[in-house]
């Protein structure tokens, strides 16, 4: 079992270039979540998917997009990318009893 | 609105103490909680899961428990390790069909040789 497999795992942009996020994991999970991490301001969630099909806004969706592209894939898209949104992303998902399991992490920095 | 907290944030100490790390809550209306170990620069590890109905888990030298009457969970790491030195997250999951984690900011946990 790989777990949650997040690429790529650095990314430079600039400012208005765009780029997807991919994110697949082989624990066999109906929920996906994508998270960003910033220094003083904690995990914060920006789309989850509670089962394959459906996806819903977390607390700062704007300027992303999402794809639940199966059981095992949930992709971040940046159409714009800005500087606000660097940050690291964390892709997670979860099992019964609400374990939630995280991949390992994409650092990006938007120039 | 569902608030969660850690304190402290940063905690230095020696090696082998035993110590007490805390996590609270402003709803108690909780499904579960999980504690998280992160290492700098790398993913969250879960460590812990207590659902609503429990008082504690234990995992080797890890002992996490659940006060949901007063929002307050602890989880106690036993003779510590310059190993254990990583941030300690605590997040709660709402009672009912809310399926996000409501996150604290975590302890920063330095064990000194």
């Known amino acids: 079992n790989a777990g949650v497999t997040q690429t790529p795992k650095f990314q430079v942009l600039k400012t208005g270039q765009s780029m997807t996020l991919q994110c697949a994991q082989d624990m066999n999970h109906n929920s996906m979540y994508w998270y960003r991490q910033d220094p003083g301001m904690g995990l914060r969630l920006i789309y989850y998917s509670a089962s394959e099909g459906t996806t819903d806004k977390g607390e700062v969706p704007n300027g992303y997009n999402v794809s639940r592209l199966n059981k095992r894939e949930f992709s971040l898209r940046l159409e714009s990318a800005a500087p606000s949104q660097t940050s690291v992303y964390f892709c997670?998902?979860?099992?019964?009893?609400?374990?939630?399991?995280f991949g390992p992490g994409t650092r990006l920095t938007v120039l | 609105k569902q608030e969660v907290t850690q304190i402290p944030a940063a905690l230095s100490v020696p090696e082998g103490e035993n110590l007490v790390l805390n996590c609270s809550f402003t709803d108690s209306a909780i499904y579960n909680l999980q504690w998280f170990r992160q290492d700098p620069g790398k993913g969250l590890t879960s460590l812990l899961l207590i659902q609503s109905s429990q008082r504690e888990q234990t995992s080797g030298r890890l002992n996490a428990s659940l006060d949901k009457s007063s929002g307050r969970s602890t989880l106690y790491i036993a003779a510590s390790q310059p190993g254990d030195s990583a941030t300690y997250l605590c997040a709660v999951r709402g009672a009912g069909n809310n399926r996000k984690l409501i996150w604290g900011l975590g302890t920063s946990l330095a064990v000194n040789p």
């Open positions: 997670a998902s979860t099992r019964e009893r609400n374990e939630q399991f």
